[in-house]
């Protein structure tokens, strides 16, 4: 069974710029989170997803948005890119009811 | 509110030591506990998870239990290997029902092993 797999590994912009991230669950999975990961805040909730709805949302600026399509994938955009915004993008899914992430391996965002 | 408290790292040990990586917790409900591990490069992989006051989770040599009263929920091994070596999270979640995959991090502590 394949993992949560998120697109593209590595990104690099400049500021200003605005990026669009994938996630894509394990088949099955219907609800899909976000998290940013640094090494001051550490890891973050950015915003969770399921059955295309956000379901809940974390402490970012507006600038920070996500969907989810009806195949479950999800996306999340940065516009107005900040240097602060470099981090590692952390993408997880989960079975509805079950307690238990399954997170992809990340998307690097570094922004010049 | 919600918060995840975990010893600074980083931690240094040698090969078969005791591992003891303390985590407290604020909650405002009864939550669910966690400890994550990340292997460098990869995403964080759950490694065990207790749901409810006293109950011990437990995996690969790891264990913690859920202590309601001191409200703590720390990591122990009895022996470590090289191979464990990575970042360890405790997490906490409250909600259930709508909203299914929050979870409040502790900052991570950095465990390295030395054959």
Partial sequence: ???????????????????????????????????????????????????????????????????????????????????????LYLCASTWKGDEKLFFGSGTQLSVL | GNSVTQMEGPVTLSEEAF?????????????????????PGEGLQLLLKATKADDKGSNKGFEATYRKETTSFHLEKGSVQVSDSAVY????R????STLGRLYFGRGTQLTVWP
């Fill in chain 2, 94 to 97: 409250i909600d259930r029902g």
């Fill in chain 1, 1 to 87: 069974k394949a993992g949560v797999t998120q697109t593209p590994r590595y990104l690099i912009k400049t500021r200003g710029q605005q990026v669009t991230l994938s996630c894509s669950p394990i088949s099955g999975h219907r609800s899909v989170s976000w998290y940013q990961q640094t090494p001051g805040q550490g890891l973050q909730f950015l915003f969770e997803y399921f059955s295309e709805t956000q379901r809940n949302k974390g402490n970012f600026p507006g600038r920070f948005s996500g969907r989810q399509f009806s195949n479950s994938r999800s996306e999340m955009n940065v516009s107005t890119l900040e240097l602060g915004d470099s981090a």
């Fill in chain 2, 89 to 92: 999270f405790c997490a906490l």
């Fill in chain 2, 19 to 39: 591992l003891t990586i303390n985590c407290t917790y604020t909650a405002t409900g009864y939550p669910s506990l966690f400890w994550y591990v990340q292997y």
